[in-house]
């Protein structure tokens, strides 16, 4: 965990972590993903996240919402792009969190000593996480009720919410962090929880 950041309900990390339990009352989550052996697109083990971790104040949503962070933050670790524009010590650790109503991206080395923290205004977001937050309702609400074909129209909005926003998180990041499209999707899932409780 990035020193100095607040506890956190959910963190993956490549180093091996023991399970923790689950208090009553306090959804606590805590995934281990090891990376062995393993490589990145490109061979780069470097310019990568190691771990990601969310602020505690965000306050934990369904069960299916969790999973589907859960997988993001799982795809996140040891795969796609993630450079800090102009430092070094990577694999990274990031910590995602709001602060006084902006995206706070704040990035450690692979020691966990803190290397910067950017600052992005949450508005140029706010519109494509509400459009991406209604179409996911409308989804779930589908798969009770509605024909294939109706499932694959929404599917398709969803899927174009989903790139749209990645695309504005990729500009609003550049010249601060390079991150590859599916690093930059997998992201903006985790916007979706930070701005969607926030």
Do not use: W
Request: glycine letters at 10%; hydrophobic letters at 40%.
């Amino acid at each position: 965990m990035i020193a100095g950041a607040q506890r956190v309900f959910y963190a993956i990390s490549d180093v091996p972590a023991a399970r923790t339990r689950s208090t009553r009352g306090q959804r606590v989550r805590r995934f281990a993903k090891t990376l062995e052996g393993s490589t990145v697109p490109g061979g780069d083990k470097t310019n990568r996240l190691s771990e990601v971790t969310l602020d505690e104040s965000i306050a934990p949503g369904t069960l299916a919402v969790e999973r589907e962070c859960a997988a993001a933050i799982s795809d996140l670790v040891g795969e796609g792009t993630f450079e800090p524009i102009g430092r070094t010590g990577g694999p990274f650790r990031l910590n995602l969190s709001m602060v006084e109503g902006r995206l706070a991206f704040a990035v450690a080395d692979a020691k966990g000593e803190a290397l910067v923290t950017h600052l992005l205004a949450a508005s140029p977001l706010r519109r494509v996480v509400r459009d991406y937050a209604a179409i996911c309702e409308s989804h779930r609400e589908a798969v009770r009720s509605a024909s294939p074909s109706g499932l694959e129209a929404i599917d398709m909005a969803r899927r174009g919410l989903h790139n749209e926003g990645s695309e504005i998180l990729v500009e609003r990041l550049k010249g601060k962090i390079r991150v590859d499209f599916p690093t930059a999707r997998r992201l903006f899932t985790l916007i979706c929880l930070l701005l969607g409780r926030n």
